[in-house]
């Protein structure tokens, strides 16, 4: 990927957040519009990314439920197949809403191996769990202390509970526990 492409898809990235908190409709639309105009060029060349990403730009206020509903499943699935870790990750979501386990701890699984802190979580409770794999605790809470490093908020309060408990092979160990709870309140922290 070139510098260029990446600065491009990190700006877009970055509206897209800005743009998803932002309450002022009049400004939101005008993100909206710019994330569109910014990301035409490589959603004409077929940059899956762009595609992806523009596609949470698209005004959909006019099409039925059902209608949002395929396109998103569209959206998610074009994007998984182009092995984008958001796409996947929320594609395993989808999956897993629906009692579908075992196609959503593959995607979680290779979500997870990108790095994504989200699925480092989703998949390590899989793991933990034997929730569509084959039970590994082991696996699983090497995922979730992962997570828990890269800043997810419930991976970070699951350590923080195991320590001060003792649970799932963690020593009792109220300072340890101390210090990840402390990492809750870190402005880097990933939420659900």
Known sequence: MTKELSSVLKEARTLLDAQYHCSNDTLN???KSWIKELLAPLVKQG???AI???GAAEDWRDLSDKECDQRHL???QTGAA????DAMFYLAHDHYEKGEYEPAAILYRKAADTGHA???WCHGLDLLSGTGVTQDKRA???LIEEAANLHFEGAIQFMANAYALGQHGYPKDEAVAATWQRKLGSKHLIRF
């Not at 182009?82 to 870790?85: D, L, M, Q, T, Y």
């Open 74 to 76: 569209e959206r998610l």
């Open 82 to 85: 182009a092995e984008i870790p």
């Open 118 to 120: 989200y699925a480092k």
């Open 140 to 142: 699983g809470l090497k």
């Open 52 to 54: 992806w990403l523009s």
């Open 47 to 49: 940059n899956a990314e």
């Open 29 to 31: 639309e005008a993100m």
